[in-house]
């Protein structure tokens, strides 16, 4: 971060400035929110959350060497030399000073959104334009109201292009992201039934993730799953309600698309290979990922790469230096000749079926599916778990494993629909007693729930029974 004075952070803020502290030339070197990340000459930010409340932290940040701080509350008492900044809501302060620091830097941003795949699709983008450029990107899933600023807040001047990742649960949150980032190329990677129990459907989803359009100028580039049925309305017209014009360009496999993936193969547990068709030619990709979805992030990149320049070398080096995040389709080598596809960071519909097709789709093992409950569907849960119970059994998975209450849907539906080793667990406990069973030499085991499920535990169960199998 570069830094900015206290009367710079007063004004984007529109804070008050209380306590005995009348530096206005104090120079703050970075914005944090935990008290034991604290450096010298930070700024600490004091957020009232239902938890946990910041402001039973200042002191502890001050003493760490905060230069000062931005609350919601007055303090009992003041420390000589260290400011305080009132305002009434600090999360709200936070994205002012993040836009107020993003108004500084005339580089481009990259904004990605969607159901499905944003993390991935990201981390493929930023690898991709580190091929020729200075990138900072969203860490992780840092991808809301608090997070998005964190990156803004990462930009220096030898900065040249940020990739920022934007989720969303509720409509109006991508326009607040949008209008702190400021892009100049939107990504929206599919609309899915991610947020459906809070949305209520997947047209509410697919309008809500179009409020990304929102801010972009007159001009702006959009990058869209060009397979995706909800996206592909915008073909006929594009986004409504934001008298400007933008230029598409569409990714995935049918004919219609610009960047389009032709020839895959989608069989090896470590990669998935195929031929890019481009307004820039052809070329061949190597993903270093498993999985047929995959194509989408790796076409997306060698859109975004093309946009800002880059050659076919550049972007196929890129999509080649890519490095997943941990508990995405990570693939895990265990003793014994086992593999396991550690997918257990999140979930909903679409991600589960990807990933169990990409289970099917690896040859010459013993397939076993693990999954577990998928959150935030409300009334449209027994539907969704079903649904995939039905796409499991129709698949050439050998054993299906499900972990709790609304997995036990997709069980019943797989049962149903004339799948025969099918396991019903309750819990974590239940399945590690189950799978104990089923440990043995050239078999593939996915692993998938939502984030609250913590399926990695019994990721790192057959890793553990593996090991001991093998005796090593």
Known sequence: MEKIKLSELLAATKGKLIGDCTDMDICIGGVESDNRKVSDGDVFFAFAGEKADGHRFVGAALDAGAAGAVISKVPDDFRPGKFYVLVDDTIAALGALAAFYRSRFS??????????????????IASVLSEKFKVVKTEGNFNNN???PRTIFAIDRDTQIAVVEMGMNHPGEIEYLVNIAKPQVAVITN????????????????????????????GGYAVLNG??????????????????????????????????????DDGSTECVRFNALTPGGSFPVNVPMPGRHMIYAAMTAAAVGAHFGETNGEITRGIDAYVPTKMRMEVLHCPG???IYNDTYNANPQSVKSALLTLSNTKDMRRIAVLGDMFELGTEEER???????????????????????AG?????????????VVKCADKDEAKKALAGLIAGNTVYLCKASRGMALEELSAFINDKAGEESGS
């Not at 969704?384 to 609304?406: K, M, N, P, Y």
Request: with cysteine; charged share 25%; glycine share 14%.
């Open 107 to 124: 580089i481009p941003v990259v904004a990605v959104t969607g159901s499905v795949g944003k993390t991935t699709t990201k981390d493929m």
């Open 146 to 148: 608090i997070g998005l």
């Open 191 to 218: 609309i899915g039934d991610a947020h459906i129990g809070i949305l209520g459907s997947r047209q509410n989803i697919f309008k809500a993730k179009c409020e990304i359009f929102g801010g972009l100028d007159d």
């Open 227 to 264: 397979d995706d049925e909800y996206l592909s309305k915008l073909r006929r017209g594009g986004p409504q309600g934001t008298g400007k014009r933008f230029s598409f360009a569409w990714v995935g496999e049918a004919d219609s698309n610009d960047y389009r993936a032709v020839d895959i």
């Open 337 to 339: 000749n086992i593999l």
């Open 384 to 406: 969704c778990h079903r649904e995939i119970g039905c796409f499991a059994a129709s698949l050439g998975i050998d054993v299906l494993v499900t972990v709790g209450r609304a």
């Open 409 to 421: 849907y997709i069980a019943d539906e797989a049962v149903k629909n004339g799948k025969k080793d």
